[in-house]
């Protein structure tokens, strides 16, 4: 925002003057704030720092003890530099005395060996100042109003991303609480650089403050969420240095407050974004959603919700309830024609498809559930699912209403034919349609965190972690395309196959929130399930599937971090000693020292020394059940966190 020192001597007026720097060569590159005309030798008391001074030194002390104390009082408040001109008081030169201390305190010492106008140079500086004051004011105007655009149409993350790369002209990331990247733009640097070994480098950045610019990285930070939540941290790499990218040279100063405002601006527009819904629905689904989503956030009273849902044709009181998901079990659709674990590039379906995915998928519930004649409220829950509460007439009822929904949802998408291809193979000109099915384009959202890549034309999807198949980069393939073919669904062969997933049946409307939640942990949790069950219930899953439903939670990842964080640290500190595997190790063999050494290929007094470092680290004593346990649980949930 201010001109430097040396951006000042270049000006016309003080060229003029024939300036000579003799002395605070490294200040060269001190900002001015301002310009100060001064012939007092006490003249430090009234400034305030990053002022040029400008005297011909005829107010200056005689002796020598006397300009040290002159120039050493300078430095202290900070100012830029010192200008003196020679003629009336040193007429060859400045005092040695003065350069001596000047190049001591590293004090830019400027002699201007021809007469000069001081009101010229105070022009020249103090035009800069204000055009370069102008310049950040509209740069903060653009800002504002490109994130305000931004917020009224919903932009997704990787534009918002996206739009504050181009804006800053750095690279930006966004990430979570685990330190996974939901998006990034390398702004024209390298991808695989800026992401490789992210969450270690990550784990290094620990700015103060909720918006704070850590020197030693150089990376600018701010927290992303909204409502007391937060749920992950946008990061800004100023000016492109710093030791993330590695091995670029550390920025000096501090980032223009514009970047500042920028940072805030795009978390502000995320946050927003993420707690906008933009579907377009018909007015009846419109209301089933508003009633489902009162259950759940309690927004509304339950006998209002009875009563609404009476008044559309659905009878929630004196009746058994159960709460039904249904989604696909993968987040993203795969082009068709090739078998499962076919080598070959698809190119990602269009933006648009997931709304009108999640749109077929509503309706396909719907008429399975006209088809069983079942009674219920049915809405989309998430972008990716879709959920149904059952009115049943008793318990049971339950299991026959289950299994009659299953199978004409089944039968609905063995009928339906799509509208369309799902993808494109970028090798043949043209894809095999899906041979049955509901439409399955891309969804709007990956449920796991992953990097995407802001300035694409489709968003491009790599690890997270910084990891790509076969050795590539954290960016995966360069041109965006994914490099294997879809997973089969073990029971239908097919890559989008459906989970539909049912909570515990309650008798009363005030509980069906539980059962709506649980069935909504159950469909998500069953995605990595791959038995091809009809109806997954709460006992297919076990501890790992409830974390890997949880990893998207900020309370999880919060857990995590607060139970290994400091390990984790320790780790990305020293990447030759990694004391992770040896606690993973210790807690797989049941605390047993003797096998779990053995299982880390470890001497066993080696693994003692590891664990009491553990616990040193964690601050706990590893001999504890309970602690034992609540590492046991933080790493299960971290392997689900960094698991697709």
């Known amino acids: ?67 040290r104390a002159f120039i050493d009082d300078l430095a202290d408040v900070g100012v830029s530099g010192l200008v003196v001109e020679l003629g009336r008081r040193y007429v060859s030169g400045v005092p040695r005395v003065m350069v001596a201390a000047a190049q001591r305190r590293g004090l830019p010492l400027v002699e ?11 022009e020249a500086v103090h035009a800069l100042i204000v055009d370069a004051q102008l310049h950040e004011l509209r740069a903060t105007e653009e800002i504002h109003q490109r994130f305000t655009e931004l917020s009224v149409e919903g932009a997704g993350p990787a534009e918002v ?6 804006l800053a002209g750095c690279p930006v990331v966004l990430e979570n609480l685990s330190r996974q990247v939901l998006a990034y733009d390398p702004a024209g640097e390298s991808a695989e650089l800026l992401l490789d070994g992210w969450e270690e480098h990550s784990r290094r950045i620990r700015p103060a403050g909720r918006t704070a610019y850590d020197a030693d990285s150089g990376w600018l930070v701010t927290t992303v969420g909204a409502r007391g ?124 498809a997931g709304p009108a995915r999640l749109r077929d998928l509503a309706e396909a519930v719907g008429q399975a559930l006209r088809e069983a004649k079942l009674t219920a409220l049915t809405s989309a829950v998430d972008d990716q699912a879709v959920g149904a ?54 969804p709007t959202a990956p449920s796991r965190p992953t990097a995407v890549r802001a300035d694409a034309p489709t968003a491009r999807v790599a690890g997270a972690r910084g990891e790509a198949a076969e050795g590539r980069g954290p960016a995966g393939r360069a041109d965006g395309c994914r490099s294997a073919g879809p997973a089969a669904d073990p029971g239908t062969g097919r890559p989008d196959a459906l989970v539909v997933a049912a909570g515990s049946g309650v008798g009363s409307l005030r509980e069906a929130r539980r059962s709506l939640i649980e069935a909504r942990q159950i469909a998500d949790a069953a995605r990595r399930d791959r038995r091809d069950l009809p109806i997954f219930r709460l006992p297919h899953v076990g501890l790992a599937g409830l974390l890997h439903l949880l990893r998207d939670e900020p309370r999880v990842q919060t857990f995590v971090e ?83």
């Open 1 to 67: 925002m201010f001109p430097t020192v040396r951006e000042v001597l270049a000006l016309d007026p003080v060229r003029h003057g024939a300036p000579r720097l003799v002395a605070g060569d490294a200040g060269l590159d001190r900002p001015v704030r301002w310009v100060h005309v001064a012939e007092v030798p006490d003249i430090a008391t009234l400034l305030g720092g990053g002022e040029l001074v400008l005297t011909t030194g005829i107010g200056l002390p005689a002796d020598d003890a006397g300009l």
């Open 112 to 122: 201007l060996r021809r007469a000069t106008p001081f009101v010229r140079i105070t």
């Open 161 to 166: 991303v996206r739009q504050a790369a181009e």
């Open 229 to 352: 939540q937060d749920w992950g941290r946008l990061l800004l790499r100023w000016p492109g240095g710093g030791d993330l990218g590695g091995g670029g040279t550390r920025p000096t100063g501090t980032p223009p407050t514009r970047l500042t405002i920028l940072v805030e601006r795009a978390a502000s527009t995320l946050a927003l974004g993420r707690l906008i819904r933009r579907d377009a629905e018909g007015l009846e689904r419109q209301l089933h959603r508003t009633l489902l989503t009162a259950l759940l956030d309690h927004s509304r009273p339950v006998d209002e919700v009875a009563l609404r849902a009476k008044a559309l044709g659905v009878t929630l009181d004196r009746r058994h309830l159960v709460g039904v998901v249904v989604r696909h079990r993968l987040d993203e659709p795969v082009a068709d024609g090739a078998p499962a674990g076919e080598s070959g590039l698809w190119i990602d379906a269009a933006p648009e």
């Open 389 to 442: 509460l059952l009115a049943l007439p008793d318990a049971a009822a339950e299991e026959r209403a289950l299994t009659a929904f299953a199978t004409a949802l089944r039968r609905i998408r063995l009928d339906t034919a799509p509208s369309r291809p799902t993808a494109v193979r970028a090798d043949p000109p043209t894809a095999p349609s899906r041979p049955a099915g509901i439409r399955a384009d891309a």
């Open 562 to 644: 607060r139970e290994l964080g400091a390990l984790l640290s320790h780790d990305a500190r020293h990447p030759r000693e990694q004391l992770l595997g040896t606690l993973r190790a210790y807690l797989d063999q049941g605390r047993n020292k003797s096998a779990a050494a053995a299982a880390a290929h470890l001497s066993r007094p080696a693994f003692y020394e590891r664990l009491a470092r553990i616990g040193r680290i964690l601050d706990v004593d590893l001999d504890s059940v309970e602690a034992c346990l609540s590492l046991h649980v933080a790493l299960l949930a971290l392997d689900a966190i960094r698991t697709p």
